[in-house]
């Protein structure tokens, strides 16, 4: 369940008088938000075992992260090959050598 934090804010009447409504002065709001500020505390950090280990329990299973791993990978090196081959990028045989040869 989420907690909910609680944040004082200055009150402002619903009555509007003749130099409009009644709105808190700059310092009142710099006064509020300082105040503020200054009794924040952090709250508890993440419970790291338990995280992990309730990603372990609902995550799936390992076959099923090494099949698609083990895809991602085949289709990761063949488009490499694809590429490599299409701008003849460490290609397996020798580049051919232009020559003149005269009978």
Known sequence: MPRVRV???PYVSDN???DGLNT????DVSRLIRAEVDTWQPRRGPDWPDI????AASGPSLWVV???ASAALVVI???AFLVGSYFQIGALGSPPVESQVHH
């Open 7 to 9: 944040v004082k804010v």
């Open 16 to 18: 509007a008088t003749k």
């Open 24 to 27: 808190p002065s700059e310092t």
């Open 52 to 55: 992990l280990m309730r990603m």
């Open 66 to 68: 090494y099949t698609a």
């Open 77 to 79: 090196l063949f488009s």
